[in-house]
């Protein structure tokens, strides 16, 4: 497995990451700005990604990308006496870089969830690499990866989404809790070798087309959580938990029903409200420490979005980047959302993440800090398998929850994001027409007087 991952192959790797067209950008060499071959590398592991820096002094800045699609970026950049340093505090993520002789060399640190990661970093100037493969197989459409052990969520199958640009290969495994990120590359020699790193998640995958019309996916993903703080490397595999297992096999989504495989878990029911006839309730206090309720009036009488999230967890900065979004189409119609946020407990102090977060995101809607993440179960008792970061529970007027979404399936996961959309705004549109209880008992009585009225005129 590991033959994939060094030597002749890093050639391949970085070369994946070229495009039609040149970055436009300054070249000169005692300037960063320009597009740039970047690469993290730990433990014999290189992972490229594409790397583009515009701009100098306080307008420098450092852009991510996410499959074909630039999609974050750099809170702060400096370039000072040949050093570079590329600041993405909404991640905890610094990149360090010295320039010499055309290269940019040093280190990448990352803390996510009570971990801390330490990188090598090399970037290039982007060459335009010669054209892929032009017998590239089509692998684009939706896949479904039956898991031959259950993951730490009892998912008994994942979901894999490609989009495809003749060689050019953005692919995303999405799970009951979001999706990957787009890995990318290009096809060469027989298969694709795509990677991803957007600030987080840095992951590296093989695929290849097998004879029978499936795919053989050899992962090597960072595994998040206890056992990889303990060996304190971010690249441990796991045959206990599925969605570790360093070889995966995915069959076209009708096939996989034809031969009866299963299928990947249903994120409308995968967490369920223990009583829906018990009004969903909060109270914790905001990143000021001023404590909110679900009593204060912002929420009463509204259609309200809990979301139980972290600063730490990728797919939650996905979700609140479309969150935003919602909130500015829909406040003034009475919805209300607010996050209930589970920042690790060396961060409840200074909430840097989450001050970051929200204002890189431009976050205006209600965030409180509800505690640290092993407290999840004690502090939101109302729901039932509550076991992905994000999960998002719909609040009627009436203060009952009327749907649970587990998970959150970013743009990297094409398709089903644009459905997760639909739904989520059909939701909202249901909910937001349905009359506060207050006006329901009012129209009531008015009613029943009229009935009254009525009656005695007979």
Known sequence: MNTFLK????????????????????????????????????????????????????????????????????????????TLVLHIEHYLTTITATLKDGQLTGSVVSQGRGISATYGFQATRHVKAPAGAA?????????VIPLATPSS?????????????????????????????????????????????????????????????????????????ESAQKDASPYTNSVSDGRYAPTLTAYRETVAKEKGLPQPDDYDTHTTARDPNEKFTFSFPDDHGKIVSSDDPRFKG????????????????????????????????????????????????????????VKQYGVKYTYLIAGAPSEMWVKVPQLVNLNTWPTTVFIGRDGLVKGVHAGFASPASGTFNAQLKKEFTAKIEQLLAEKPPAARLARSADHAAASASGARNL
Do not use: M
């Not at 391949?12 to 990451?17: G, R, V």
């Not at 017998?135 to 896949?143: F, L, Q, R």
């Open 302 to 357: 509204k259609v309200v979005l809990a979301i139980v999230t972290g600063t730490w967890c990728p797919n939650c900065h996905d979700e609140a980047q479309y969150l935003v979004q919602l909130d500015k189409k829909y406040r003034k119609q009475g919805l209300a959302i607010v996050a209930l946020d589970f920042e690790e407990p060396e961060q409840q102090g200074s909430l840097d993440r989450e001050h970051a977060f």
């Open 135 to 143: 017998d590239a197989p089509s692998i684009a459409g939706s896949w």
């Open 153 to 225: 969520k009892d998912e008994n199958a994942f979901r894999f989404i490609v989009r495809q640009r003749g060689a050019e290969v953005a692919a995303s495994i999405l799970r009951v809790d979001g999706d990957t990120g787009a890995y990318s590359g290009e096809y060469r020699d027989g298969k694709w070798i795509l990677s991803h790193f957007d600030g987080s998640r840095p992951g590296l995958i093989e695929v290849s087309l097998n004879q029978d019309g499936t795919l053989s996916i050899l992962q090597r993903v960072e595994q998040p959580g």
């Open 7 to 82: 030597g002749a192959s890093l050639a391949i790797l970085l070369s994946s990451l070229a495009t039609p067209a040149a970055f436009a950008g300054s070249a000169t060499a005692n300037s960063v700005d320009g597009r740039w071959d970047a690469s993290l590398s730990r433990n014999g592991v290189v992972i490229p990604f594409r790397l583009d820096l515009t701009g100098s002094g306080p307008t420098l800045k450092g852009t991510l990308y996410d499959g074909f699609k630039p999609y974050d970026g750099t809170t702060s950049a400096s370039y000072q006496n040949g």
